[in-house]
């Protein structure tokens, strides 16, 4: 039996080579055969393609095809963000050259938990994070596997500098934020009315009034209030100077979950958006949305750099005394995991090849495309418009149907493999949600798009 060769060492390209052609043309027979942005037939034809495609799933015998087959069957049975209607998700397309720079990065396989398994890329991620922390006026940020991760961390600071702080939270918040609460053993979040999807703030005022007093008398810690920048239902953005200024009146500490809306910083035209941002504790940030990277490209910014210290571990095997006083970087306080693959380097890549004006750009044509979009339902007496896109968000619906009869023709377009469109409740209604975030997409797809609805909604 030959010896399976490695994707690294001085032998590792010319091995990669062929295996990149054998890639390369499975996911085009795959797209071909899918011919849409989702697999037809649905959940149970697509588990029946797979099914067959790896047959014995640990056979005794291996087979050379199995690369082929399988990307083939991967590719065939995907929804295809790059498509310009799969437009459901916060999911965006990769890039060709951050798709590119993460290839390097598997074949590599550095591990950041040591420097001596990652010495360039712990220092790439040094430079890359400390740059990005700027955009935000923070001294510092952490690369995470998204939102969820980084919203949870925050939390987890807030904690460790402050105690058993209380969440104060719009009704609009993504729902990470409750569970890593829950999982912090922190106590129930303090919901603030969001009536016109974003938070209030003179409910807010109200709640951080009565949780001080409350938590006053019972010698508890402080407040930490999370605003939203890109709500994942409508991508709306919550007033984060006048919630900058409450949190600054009532000593609470701010987070601002920018995990959508943070592309914006890019953006010259769009980046007044986010006025306040530079005031909080700490922000999200998720440049696997408006940012083009593959899964995962997540940071968390942090304003106070001595946050940090509460990330600080020991493990000698690691980050032995004596090697940290001797220089060796000690990498352990910059993540709660510890094997962690250089997700920095596509970022970096990406940076340096398009620059704050070429990612600005694609930021600026989603957020066309989206009001295109708007202004294609608005004309249209067969639709109703739920309102005008802040960022690249748009919710519709059939004019006049009834709920159920907007979820079916959703889950008609999904089993049929038309088109991929999510869904959001506002309102007491429920709408149909594009979240455009494919910048090659036309005024004709938008104009298709359209169609596929109309055309499939029961009368």
Not at 187 to 209: I, K
Not at 322 to 341: I, K, V
């Amino acid at each position: 039996m030959s010896r399976p060769p490695f994707a690294s060492g001085p032998e590792g390209p010319d091995a990669l080579r062929p295996l990149l052609d054998t890639v390369l043309d499975a996911l085009r027979e795959g797209a071909t055969a899918r011919g849409g942005p989702l697999p037809a037939g649905g959940p149970e034809a697509v588990a029946d393609r797979v099914r067959d495609a790896i047959g014995d799933v640990l056979p005794r015998q291996g087979t050379d095809d199995a690369l082929r087959v399988l990307v083939r069957a991967l590719a065939e049975g995907a929804a295809d963000p790059a498509d310009p209607l799969c437009a459901a998700h916060l999911h965006c397309p990769s890039l060709a050259v951050a798709t590119a720079a993460d290839l390097a990065a598997s074949a590599l396989n550095p591990s950041l938990d040591s420097w001596d398994q990652a010495p360039a890329a712990s220092e790439l991620e040094a430079l890359v994070t400390r740059a990005l922390a700027k955009e935000v006026h923070a001294a510092d940020a952490l690369v995470t596997t998204g939102g969820t991760e980084s919203n949870q961390l925050a939390l987890l600071l807030a904690r460790e500098a402050h105690g058993a702080v209380q969440l104060v939270r719009g009704a609009n918040a993504h729902h990470s934020l409750d569970r890593a609460a829950w999982l912090l053993g922190l106590p129930e979040p303090v919901v603030v009315p969001a009536p016109a999807g974003t938070m209030d703030p003179a409910a807010l005022d109200e709640a951080l009034t009565g949780c001080a007093d409350q938590r006053l008398r019972r010698g508890r810690g402080p407040l930490i209030v999370a605003a939203t920048a890109g709500t994942t239902d409508a991508g709306l953005i919550d007033p984060l100077p006048d919630i900058a200024d409450l949190c600054t009146a009532h000593g609470a500490r701010l987070h601002i979950d920018a995990a959508y809306g943070g592309g914006l910083l890019f953006s010259d035209r769009h980046r007044g958006q986010l006025d306040g941002i530079d005031r909080a504790h700490t922000v999200t940030l998720d440049l696997h949305k408006l940012g083009w990277q593959p899964v995962a490209a997540g940071l968390l910014a942090v304003r106070d750099e001595s946050d940090l210290a509460a990330l600080e571990h020991r493990a000698d095997y690691l980050n032995a005394d004596d090697d940290t006083e001797a220089g060796l970087p000690d990498l352990l306080g910059r993540s709660l995991r510890t094997t962690r693959r250089p997700d920095i380097l596509k970022i970096a890549v990406t940076l340096k090849t398009l620059g704050r004006d070429g990612i600005g750009a694609l930021v600026d044509q989603v957020c066309a495309r989206a009001h295109e979009l708007a202004e294609l339902i608005a004309a249209h007496p067969d639709f109703e418009l739920y309102d005008r896109p802040v960022i690249s968000t748009v919710l519709f619906r059939p004019a006049g149907a009834p709920d159920d009869a907007v979820a079916a023709v959703r889950r008609t377009l999904l089993h049929q493999g038309r088109a991929v469109l999510g869904r959001a409740a506002l309102d007491g209604r429920l709408w149909l949600k594009a979240t455009l975030l494919n910048p090659h997409t036309r005024p004709g797809d938008l104009a298709t798009l359209l169609t596929l609805v109309e055309g499939h909604t029961p009368r």
